[in-house]
């Protein structure tokens, strides 16, 4: 079933921060902050040039499937997808909850194209989606194990939205922020995300840093990481950049 958890905003000075930020630097930021299960397994991009994609995190919940529930007559019930579709706003990024099941496509076409008409932000998962040609002509960026012509029924059964769900063995609650790109897709608490934010776009500009160093002949033993002498190095050119 839905819950009344409100969908918060994301600031966009925060979706601005981000926008530069891989998910790999996420991931090793969350990891120094003691969180070593944030990275979505199953979650690769369905298309090559997807891009980065940033948003609060919109859940929708699949269970095993049950005869006498999951029917296409579920479809039209008012516990459905159709109707969790209706109810996410713009911006948000739709994670379900498909327990990995890689023989029912729980997404097809349709539903895709309703979801980028909303101007949902992309859609991820560790299952896998249906009609995979017209999934990819509405232009949502997805996030997925791949394709399966059967529907979601013949696998699974859908029961609720913006509830705490897992996706990829990762806890996913609403309102935590997904960043998906090449790599994959990370989760960013939402209790974290200011602290994570500064950090991980600090934690860009140096490696940066180091990157242009080594493209100019420098060895990695007391670059990478920093030793004394190299931090003092990139706090001067920090500095001088006007990164404070």
Not at 28 to 41: C, D, E, S
Not at 165 to 190: R, S
């Amino acid at each position: 079933m839905p819950t009344d958890t409100p969908v918060l905003p994301l600031d966009p000075a925060v979706a601005e921060a981000l926008a530069p930020v891989c998910t790999a630097t996420l991931t090793t930021v969350l990891l120094k902050k003691g969180l070593r299960n944030v990275w979505l397994r199953g979650a690769r991009p369905l298309a090559a040039g997807q891009g980065r994609r940033i948003g609060r995190a919109f859940t929708l919940r699949f269970v095993p499937a049950r005869e006498d529930l999951a029917t296409p007559a579920s479809w039209g019930a008012p516990i459905s997808t159709r109707a969790a579709i209706e109810a996410m706003p713009p911006g948000v990024v739709a994670v379900v909850g498909a327990l990995g099941t890689t023989d029912a496509g729980f997404f097809g076409d349709i539903l895709c194209a309703r979801m980028a008409a909303r101007g949902v932000a992309a859609l991820v998962s560790d299952g896998v989606v249906r009609d995979l040609p017209g999934v990819l002509a509405t232009g949502l960026p997805v996030w997925a194990q791949g394709t399966a012509a059967p529907p979601s029924v013949a696998g699974l059964t859908f029961v609720g939205w913006q509830q705490p769900i897992g996706c990829g063995g990762v806890a996913v609650f609403p309102n935590d922020v997904i960043v998906a790109d090449d790599d994959g897709a990370v989760l960013i608490p939402a209790a974290l995300l200011d602290a994570v934010v500064a950090e991980a776009v600090e934690q860009e500009r140096l490696e940066g840093w180091i990157m242009d160093e080594v493209r100019a002949g420098a060895k990695l033993p007391g670059l990478y990481p920093p030793d004394e002498a190299n931090r003092a190095r990139y706090e001067a050119f920090r500095r001088g950049r006007g990164g404070g």
